[in-house]
């Protein structure tokens, strides 16, 4: 190996107890790619390695940092000169070990950089992805729009050109054992500026989480192509906008929105929430959940309840709710709303508008949202 080789550093994902693999290779996704193989190819770009280092002592120092949560760093004297091994955990909100990266390499070759990487858990019985502080130093993202919880609706409201909705909600919200998913997205920061989050999510459903460990990793480049929404979606998207109407797909076993089809209903506070059901009045939430029979038999139905405003109230709205086609558990609807008054005043979310003096205290994180909606004409989340 020449001294100025670049060894990339490898991913590895411990999202479960019982699996892992490698999620990634320097820039280049490897989709839970076998981790053993990984290793043997590892060092076999170092062949000098195999004379006092082996894949099995390579794994045992993996399962050392993942089980003690600790940097290794471990220099390798061999025939061709000595080598380094550089070993790193990446930690979840709650300090466990998401997974770990690793480069191994001559101490002449010089070490990459690490790109920003930070473990999430996505809690189903709270309907929010959990994310430590760690986050607010990715490309699309900025320390006064973190939150510690953030629903999957916000989450998919960041993104641009983004398809894959269906599939991470099925994962989500009805997780079953052994099932994941890798994507890459684009995020959009208040700025205008791009960033791009590769994903990699494993269900579980255990002692420890119902839900779905996540591994978020910032592999943004000044020189990576962004995704632009099509010219169809941009123009149905503005057809909606022009017609004043509003879709969303809506949870209806835990009645909450998971993503906005058109612009999000400017009268509706439904981002920055500490509990997403809360966008819905606690007496309505019966009422919307018992349209599920009805969808589960191809009816289309209405109802209608009150949504949460920027003033801390409450404003009545329909919702026209359709079957979701194609989703396999049938929890989720599209829901079209229109406010039910027309003399009823759309309370748009200006700065001057946030006000919890109606209710008893926030339901949200008030600052965050406010920083965020500051630079939404900034933003296309088509």
């Given amino acids: 190996m020449q001294s100025d080789a670049v060894v990339p550093w490898m991913t590895i994902e411990m999202l479960t107890p019982d699996a892992m693999s490698v999620a990634s290779a320097g820039d280049a996704p490897r989709g839970f790619a076998?981790?053993?193989?990984?290793?043997?190819?590892?060092?076999?770009?170092?062949?000098?390695?195999?004379?006092s280092f082996t894949t099995g002592r390579l794994a045992a120092a993996m399962q050392a940092v993942r089980?003690?949560?600790?940097?290794?760093?471990?220099?390798?004297?061999?025939?061709?000169?000595?080598?380094?091994?550089?070993?790193?955990?990446?930690?979840?909100?709650?300090?466990?070990?998401?997974?770990?990266?690793?480069?191994?390499?001559?101490?002449?070759?010089?070490?990459?950089?690490?790109?920003?990487?930070?473990?999430?858990?996505?809690?189903?019985?709270?309907?929010?992805?959990?994310?430590?502080?760690?986050?607010?130093?990715?490309?699309?993202i900025s320390a006064e729009e973190y939150a510690p919880r953030m629903s999957i609706a916000g989450l998919f409201h960041r993104m641009s050109g983004f398809d894959r909705h269906a599939e991470v909600l099925d994962l989500l919200y009805e997780p079953k054992p052994g099932d994941k998913?890798?994507?890459?997205?684009?995020?959009?920061?208040?700025?205008?500026?791009?960033?791009?989050?590769?994903?990699?999510?494993?269900?579980?459903?255990?002692?420890?989480?119902?839900?779905?460990?996540?591994?978020?990793?910032?592999?943004?480049?000044?020189?990576?192509?962004?995704?632009?929404?099509?010219?169809?979606?941009?123009?149905?998207?503005?057809?909606?906008?022009?017609?004043?109407?509003?879709?969303?797909?809506?949870?209806?076993?835990?009645?909450?929105?998971?993503?906005?089809?058109?612009?999000?209903?400017?009268w509706v506070r439904w981002d920055y929430l500490f509990r997403p059901i809360d966008v819905f009045h606690p007496d309505d939430r019966a009422r919307l959940a018992e349209l599920g029979d009805r969808l589960r038999a191809g009816e289309t139905t209405g109802v209608t309840v009150r949504a949460l405003n920027y003033t801390g109230g409450y404003t009545p709205t329909s919702l026209l709710v359709y079957p979701y086609p194609g989703y396999s558990s049938r929890q989720l609807a599209?829901?079209?709303?229109?406010?039910?008054?027309?003399?009823?005043?759309?309370?748009?979310?200006?700065?001057?508008?946030?006000?919890?003096?109606?209710?008893?205290?926030?339901?949200?994180?008030?600052?965050?949202?406010?920083?965020?909606?500051?630079?939404?004409?900034?933003?296309s989340p088509a």
Avoid: C
């Fill in 34 to 51: 076998d981790w053993h193989r990984a290793l043997q190819r590892a060092l076999a770009k170092t062949p000098a390695v195999y004379d």
């Fill in 67 to 140: 089980d003690q949560a600790e940097d290794v760093d471990l220099r390798i004297p061999t025939r061709s000169g000595p080598h380094e091994l550089k070993i790193r955990p990446v930690f979840g909100p709650a300090g466990d070990v998401h997974a770990i990266r690793f480069w191994l390499g001559p101490v002449t070759a010089r070490v990459p950089d690490m790109r920003p990487a930070v473990g999430a858990i996505w809690d189903l019985n709270t309907q929010t992805v959990q994310l430590p502080s760690g986050i607010a130093l990715f490309r699309g």
């Fill in 181 to 266: 998913l890798q994507f890459d997205a684009t995020v959009l920061h208040a700025s205008g500026e791009m960033g791009r989050w590769r994903v990699t999510i494993r269900a579980r459903d255990d002692e420890r989480t119902q839900g779905a460990w996540w591994l978020i990793e910032d592999v943004s480049s000044d020189g990576s192509p962004s995704r632009w929404a099509t010219l169809e979606r941009v123009g149905l998207r503005e057809a909606h906008r022009r017609a004043g109407t509003h879709l969303a797909v809506v949870q209806l076993d835990y009645t909450s929105i998971s993503h906005w089809l058109t612009d999000p209903a400017p």
């Fill in 334 to 379: 599209i829901a079209q709303l229109l406010r039910v008054a027309d003399d009823v005043p759309v309370l748009e979310p200006q700065h001057h508008t946030l006000d919890t003096r109606h209710g008893s205290g926030p339901v949200g994180y008030d600052e965050q949202l406010r920083h965020w909606l500051a630079g939404r004409m900034n933003r």
